[in-house]
């Protein structure tokens, strides 16, 4: 992503957030309500048949506005999230590149990923609880809990404190670190291809598809762990006494290995345009930056010639 200081990655880190929320939203409420929904019983029908099923029920009972439930939270929080994990990214490429400042290797661009997954949690992980708890109010006759995500934090500092707000945090770094790895990794890869290892400006549809694809890699990579803290994260108190594990436990024996990649479809076909808009609108404020501040740019250059 071209030569930026921490600062440029984290103001169109955020803006780039923005991008992926608006775009990519509904595709997550289908997500978590896949993820969530109860285990029909014998002789039972599920609540969802799948992806496209549930969409419809949701737009029938709900109205458009239900695919965007739970919206408030993400979109608060995803412009510091993005920010601080681009930010993070590009502490990485500091800490894990060549003391010479050279080019980093492929290896050494995953590792930075990785790093950048740490930073994000202390603001992923209660979101992404508000979220989710905020998501799987659905249907027009079921009870309304939650009015809204200040709603959320009140009652869950009232039956826990921090530590409900935060339940689930755990989960959100096995999640993220490892996939924040390959989201970035695979954007650089992808781009570096399609401009000749950065010798050429990407176009706005390499941008696309180098960012489309990095969000599809983050998700093969983190599916499971999102199913894991999606279940953990919307439990009744209690009911999982030793968190992550416990969950893993039941639902390897209730519903075995492929329920880690429970709403994988409504993930994969989000990831793409989502992640392409968040890229695009990362090049497109990283132009925008440097349209503004074009002496400051070069004034920067110059100094860093002088002994």
């Known amino acids: 992503m071209g030569d930026m200081g921490p600062a440029e990655y984290f103001v ?32 039972q029908v599920p609540l969802y048949s799948g992806t496209w099923d549930c969409m419809k029920k949701t737009v029938r009972y709900e109205g458009f506005k239900g695919l965007y439930k739970g919206m408030g939270a993400p979109l608060v929080g995803v412009a510091p ?57 659905q249907g027009p006759n079921a009870p309304k809990v939650y009015k809204g995500p200040v709603d959320v934090v009140k009652k869950l500092y009232k039956q826990g404190g921090i530590s409900s707000i935060y339940r ?22 992808i781009r570096d291809y399609l401009t000749k290892n950065g010798t050429e400006q990407p176009g706005i549809l390499g941008t696309i598809v180098a960012g489309g694809s990095a969000g599809v890699a983050n998700w093969l990579v983190g599916m499971p762990a999102d199913v894991l803290k999606s279940r953990l994260q919307t439990a009744p108190e209690g009911t999982y006494k030793n968190g992550i594990r416990d969950v893993f436990k039941q639902l390897m024996k209730t519903e075995g290995p492929l329920a880690l990649y429970k709403g994988i479809t409504p993930v994969l076909l989000r990831a793409f345009p989502a992640n392409a808009a968040c890229f695009v609108g990362f090049e497109l404020c990283k132009k925008f930056l440097d349209f503004l501040f074009p002496k400051q740019k070069v004034t920067n250059v110059d100094s860093n010639k002088q002994p």
């Open 12 to 43: 169109c880190g955020g803006f780039g957030g923005v991008c992926t929320v608006i775009v990519g939203h509904p595709l997550d409420t289908i997500k978590v309500r896949l993820q969530t929904m109860p285990i029909a019983q014998p002789g």
């Open 81 to 137: 999230i993005f920010a601080i994990s681009f930010m993070g990214y590009g502490v990485g490429k500091k800490i894990f590149g060549p003391s010479d400042g050279g080019a980093l290797t492929y290896t050494e661009m995953g590792a930075a990923g990785a790093f950048s997954g740490i930073f994000t949690t202390l603001i992923m992980a209660p979101g992404e609880r508000i979220k989710c708890l905020l998501q799987i109010q």
């Open 168 to 189: 689930g945090a755990g989960a959100t770094l096995l999640r993220d670190v490892p996939a924040s790895g390959m989201y970035f990794l695979t954007y650089e890869a």
